[in-house]
């Protein structure tokens, strides 16, 4: 321990070649939020205390504190390279950790380092402002839709590092320095790490914060989704005709709005009569249903009057728990027994048809509420959500969840009160605990395979079996090649599994040619992601009541011929590769490695693969090059040095470390193989 006057500072050893920063005044307490837990087992640690400084070495890292003023500096035990330093602002105030008191033991924190001008920075979580390379952003350490905190960088000088604090702030990669800002917090926590690549910080953060579980078997083949099936009859039809068609589905989803209230967590059963009967139907047929599970409770719903009063709801400031306005049904009455049409289908309707007018009818007039958000911070509330989640959708067979609008989806998250502490302090934790909270209870039912996919996440969330998705992103080009950046991010962020909305989120119509495209490539890109999940909210779209809220076809069907034979022969290659694909992320289980790789990751050495951002690994053995510009028929590759590399259309063999143009009609994403590939690939369909 290093102190001046009030100050504290301390490190710890922490995992392999790892140690925990921590500083703060007059007192640190070990009972704050954070990722980093349980504690690792004691490490070995060279320790050696001089007269002007302190030394700890814990494996490749060496920390030097100075006895003068505390300032600490990170470096390579073997090389002696720097690697990271604290940098005071100004020669006598601010210090590079600063404490700016906001009364009650609680300050505005800065921690300050040192800028490199050749360092690259990756990681962070996922940002729509389409850049790889972090170096020079200033990043809201916020939850937003699109824009997920999760404050774990990694740098292309040898070390990772972990604000491990999950309060309201911002980091700032300026080229006068980096500094890391919390606006609310008792005191200042970082997990420093180095490696002699990428992929061992990768692999040390993994040890730190966990590990993910089992990928599901059912989770890797393609997800039908869209806004919204409205009715069992609907999404049904749709199954029927996947299955008529002799197309692979393995998930389709029950997007929001099935219920009767917003927070009601179950079936409205005037339009979803037997969810059991059609959870065994499509199980029949070989896929899963996921259903979507927001946090918010309408004060219409019947759990409201018992989460509210047991303290169950995030609170406000003054106590209230009424947080964002959110559109829902007045309650009307029943209809009539005896069976008959659904009300609103239209007489000669077929399943799959139903009219969004019709599937409003009978549910009463939409006004705006003021919703409430249950407190996934307290296991309390954890467990009331679970047994609405269990006796709703569990017990009916149900294994898939959507955790959609998860940072939760309200404004100034930091104005309210959770059960782990201010909102300003730890409201960037709320996304990782709703998603711990449903993977504790499914373990406790005994599953083994479980996945939630999630719009928001923190660090930790990876060993909760999160899913992350892009969230609601342009049904754009320009969205299409931000979003395969912002999922190298994620997966520099040490998050494994990952999807984006094909087709992106936002509009899209299927007669439009240009779109048709779009859609084409996006789903190219898809099928090389974790998760390969068609999702949007596509034109026509009809909105005559919110209820009545949907969008146009987004089935494979949809986009026309062209696009149909050239998404079908996309899905069958999935199909092909998904051996290889669980493979890889068995794999990942142990070593912490994502199976989106940017090059970075498997070809270290090769300083041009360190500037490559529009194309990455799948595993070890499969390099992809998404084309993401409408119009292109041919891509410019860069192949890493360092492997001998197949292009598969074509089987043309290229020497690594050469940039080569390949075609890429309509119908071709570019794919190559590894010169040594550990398993055996199966890329072309089937003579």
Not at 183 to 204: F, H, I, K, M, S
Not at 300 to 323: C, Q, V, W
Not at 585 to 603: A, D, I, K
Request: hydrophobic share 40%; aromatic share 10%.
């Amino acid at each position: 321990m290093w102190r001046h006057e009030h100050h504290l500072l301390t490190v710890r050893p922490w995992g392999r070649d790892s140690v925990r920063v921590r500083a703060g005044v007059h007192r640190l307490r070990d009972d704050l939020p954070g990722a980093l837990e349980p504690e690792p087992a004691p490490q070995e640690a060279e320790i050696h205390i001089g007269a002007d400084s302190a030394t700890l070495t814990s494996g490749l890292l060496r920390i030097t504190v100075t006895a003068a003023d505390g300032l600490l500096t990170a470096t390579r035990a073997d090389t002696g390279a720097e690697l990271l330093r604290e940098e005071p602002a100004h020669f006598w105030w601010p210090g590079a950790r600063h404490f700016e008191a906001l009364g009650g033991g609680v300050h505005r924190i800065e921690q300050r380092f040192a800028a490199y001008d050749d360092e690259r920075i990756y990681g962070l979580g996922q940002y729509g402002h389409g850049r790889f390379d972090q170096k020079g952003m200033v990043l809201g350490l916020q939850q937003r839709n699109g824009e997920v905190s999760i404050p774990f960088a990694v740098s292309s000088r040898g070390y990772g590092l972990l604000w491990n604090n999950p309060a309201v702030g911002r980091v700032e990669l300026a080229a006068n320095g980096t500094r890391w800002v919390a606006d609310r917090a008792r005191q200042l926590d970082y997990w420093l790490t180095a490696g002699e690549t990428p992929a061992r910080v990768l692999g040390n953060y993994a040890d730190a914060t966990g590990h993910a579980p089992r990928f599901p078997a059912w989770a890797s083949g393609f997800w039908q989704s869209k806004l919204r099936y409205s009715s069992q009859d609907e999404l049904l039809g749709v199954a029927r005709e996947y299955a008529a068609r002799g197309l692979p589905l393995s998930v389709i989803v029950v997007d929001y709005l099935h219920w009767r209230h917003l927070g009601d967590w179950s079936f409205d059963q005037r339009h979803w009569p037997d969810p059991r009967a059609m959870v065994e139907e499509l199980r029949g047929m070989g896929v899963e249903v996921a259903v979507s599970v927001w946090p918010s409770v309408s004060p219409l719903s019947s759990n409201h009057p018992p989460m509210r009063d047991a303290g169950l709801l995030i609170a406000g400031e003054g106590g209230s728990t009424a947080h964002a306005e959110w559109p829902d049904i007045e309650p009307t009455p029943e209809p009539g027994a005896g069976g008959g049409t659904e009300p609103g289908t239209q007489p000669g309707t077929q399943p799959g048809t139903q009219s969004v007018a019709g599937a409003a009818a009978g549910r009463g007039a939409a006004s705006d509420v003021a919703v409430a958000f249950y407190d996934a911070t307290d296991e309390r509330a954890r467990a009331w959500l679970w047994d609405r989640l269990r006796e709703n959708y569990y017990d009916l067979g149900i294994r898939a969840w959507w955790l959609d609008a998860c940072e939760p989806e309200m404004r100034h998250p930091e104005h309210h009160s959770y059960a782990a502490g201010p909102g300003a302090e730890v409201a960037n934790l709320y996304p990782r605990e709703h998603t711990r909270g449903v993977y504790e209870h499914m373990r406790a039912q005994g599953e083994t395979e479980i996945l939630s996919l999630v719009r928001s996440a923190w660090a930790g969330s990876q060993r909760y079996g999160a899913a992350l998705w892009s969230g609601d992103i342009p049904a754009t080009f320009e969205a299409l090649a931000s979003t395969v950046r912002a999922g190298l991010n994620v997966a520099m962020s040490g998050m494994p599994w990952w999807a984006a909305d094909i087709g992106g989120f936002h509009g899209g119509d299927p007669g439009d040619p240009a779109y048709r495209e779009l859609m084409v490539r996006w789903f190219q890109y898809g099928a090389f992601c974790p998760l390969f999940r068609l999702h949007g909210h596509r034109e026509p779209r009809e909105t005559r009541s919110f209820v009545g809220v949907a969008g146009g076809p987004n089935e494979v069907w949809s986009f026309g011929d062209e696009a149909y034979a050239a998404m079908t022969s996309v899905m069958r290659l999935r199909e092909r590769l998904r051996p290889y694909l669980h493979a890889q992320l068995r794999e990942g289980e142990r070593t912490g490695l994502p199976l989106m790789r940017p090059l970075l990751l498997e070809f270290p050495g090769d300083p041009a693969a360190w500037d490559v951002d529009d194309q990455f690994m799948f595993g070890r053995d499969l390099l992809v090059a998404p084309v993401t510009e409408p119009g292109a028929r041919t891509r410019p590759v860069y192949l890493p040095d360092g492997a001998t590399w197949t292009h598969t259309d074509g089987n043309t063999r290229y020497k690594g470390g050469a940039r080569v143009t390949v075609d890429a009609p309509l119908d071709r994403i570019p794919v190559f193989v590894r010169d040594d590939a550990h398993t055996p690939l199966s890329l072309e369909e089937p003579t």
